[in-house]
């Protein structure tokens, strides 16, 4: 009695099905008896604008050189103005670049005394663009707080993620500012990184990323900073199309969804920060600035905003959600 080889051809009834659909995000808040509502809000991020020197393949807004949404001084003194009537505790100011708005001095300058705290998301090699002089004398005067953003320590990683040349200018950049006291230990000027995994993979530990960092920089080039974060990709603008195109898109989707923490709910960025675009307009976060979802769902103005948004008002939501939510989350 002989037996048949397995055949290679599947048969009509087991023909290879794609993954199942992810339960919309939404729908995963109700299964655990979540709602995603503001709290306080003591946070004002400032997109200044999507104009930025370098085209990153995992940036969610499409930043880059042809982009020329820049915010005007008229709606900076706007911004100003809301933060002159209501008194928030950190301004967050990020970009595209941020370095490559032609008014980012002034703003900074109005903008410090109205808060206890201003942060300046940099790419590191913007800062070498401009005139990096007054602007990195600025930032020292005023204890603004630099947040850079680092892919690896390694050239070749940073490189194929942020173009030829990325790494060389951003360690040339991480020695200015070590120079002009940033991230001493002990010091008063704070330097802090933020890095994301190169492709379709969540973060390492957060500790252990900062650990490396550390232990890399300082012995290759002697560089020391204060802080780093690790942030999940958020499947949206470019990095979305990358996903879609390396065939990536519904395992990385699935890799998010699999990992959300209901934990991580209270601590989310978008309950105590409110985001505004480069044109004046209001947004939860960020990334519901790249997908056109309004504070609350619905489109207002920063000139027409005489406090903070109101405590308990819901938050927009989408599938995006779940990189914020995945594994330790992003607070």
Same mark, same amino acid.
């Given at each position: 009695m002989?037996?048949?080889?397995?055949s290679?051809?599947?048969?009509?009834?087991?023909?290879?099905?794609?993954?199942?659909?992810?339960e919309? &995000?939404?729908?995963?808040?109700?299964?655990h008896d979540?709602? *995603?509502?503001?709290?306080?809000?003591?946070?004002?991020?400032?997109?200044?604008?999507l104009? $930025?020197?370098?085209? $990153?393949r @995992?940036? @969610? +807004?499409?930043?880059?050189?042809?982009?020329?949404? /820049?915010?005007s001084?008229?709606? %900076?003194?706007?911004?100003?103005g809301?933060?002159g009537?209501?008194?928030?505790?950190?301004v967050d100011?990020?970009?595209?670049a941020?370095?490559?708005?032609?008014?980012?001095g002034?703003?900074?300058?109005?903008?410090?005394?109205?808060?206890?705290?201003?942060?300046l998301?940099?790419? +590191?090699?913007?800062?070498g663009?401009?005139?990096?002089?007054?602007?990195?004398?600025?930032l020292?005067?005023?204890?603004?707080v630099?947040?850079?953003?680092?892919?690896?320590?390694?050239?070749?990683?940073?490189?194929?993620?942020r173009?030829?040349? /990325?790494?060389?200018?951003?360690?040339? %950049?991480?020695k200015?500012?070590?120079? *002009?006291?940033?991230?001493?230990?002990?010091?008063?000027?704070?330097?802090?990184?933020?890095?994301?995994?190169?492709?379709? &993979?969540?973060p390492?530990?957060?500790?252990?990323?900062?650990?490396?960092?550390?232990r890399?920089?300082k012995?290759?080039?002697?560089?020391?900073?204060?802080? +780093?974060?690790?942030?999940?990709?958020?499947?949206?603008?470019r990095f979305?199309?990358?996903?879609?195109?390396?065939?990536?898109?519904d395992?990385? /989707?699935?890799?998010?969804?699999?990992s &959300?923490?209901?934990?991580?709910?209270?601590?989310? %960025?978008?309950?105590?920060?409110?985001?505004?675009?480069w044109?004046?307009?209001l &947004?939860? $976060?960020?990334f519901n *600035?790249?997908?056109?979802?309004?504070?609350?769902?619905?489109?207002?103005?920063?000139?027409? %905003?005489?406090?903070?948004?109101?405590?308990?008002?819901?938050?927009?939501?989408?599938?995006?959600?779940?990189?914020?939510?995945?594994?330790s989350?992003?607070?």
């Open positions: 002989s037996t048949a080889a397995p290679n051809n599947k048969s009509s009834n087991h023909r290879e099905r794609g993954p199942a659909p992810v919309p &995000f939404s729908s995963t808040l109700a299964r979540l709602e *995603l509502r503001r709290g306080i809000t003591d946070t004002l991020q400032v997109s200044v604008g104009l $930025c020197n370098q085209a $990153c @995992h940036c @969610h +807004l499409e930043a880059g050189p042809t982009r020329r949404e /820049v915010m001084k008229e709606t %900076m003194d706007e911004v100003a809301w933060a009537r209501f008194r928030f505790s950190t100011i990020t970009g595209g941020p370095e490559m708005n032609p008014n980012l002034q703003f900074i300058e109005s903008i410090a005394p109205l808060t206890d705290r201003v942060m998301r940099s790419n +590191l090699t913007a800062l663009e401009t005139d990096s002089d007054d602007l990195l004398e600025l020292k005067e005023l204890n603004v630099i947040v850079a953003s680092l892919p690896a320590t390694k050239k070749g990683q940073t490189d194929s993620q173009g030829a040349g /990325v790494y060389d200018r951003s360690i040339a %950049m991480l200015r500012l070590n120079d *002009l006291g940033y991230g001493q230990e002990g010091g008063r000027l704070e330097l802090d990184f933020v890095s994301s995994p190169p492709g379709a &993979f969540l390492n530990s957060q500790k252990q990323v900062e650990e490396r960092f550390k890399d920089l012995r290759r080039w002697g560089i020391v900073f204060n802080n +780093l974060y690790t942030f999940a990709n958020v499947p949206l603008g979305l199309s990358w996903l879609k195109e390396s065939g990536n898109i395992e990385y /989707v699935h890799r998010l969804a699999s &959300f923490n209901p934990c991580t709910i209270d601590g989310l %960025m978008c309950r105590s920060l409110v985001s505004v675009s044109d004046g307009f &947004f939860d $976060c960020d *600035l790249a997908r056109g979802l309004y504070l609350g769902g619905r489109k207002r103005h920063v000139s027409e %905003m005489a406090g903070p948004p109101e405590e308990g008002l819901p938050i927009a939501t989408g599938d995006h959600c779940y990189a914020c939510t995945a594994g989350g992003f607070t």
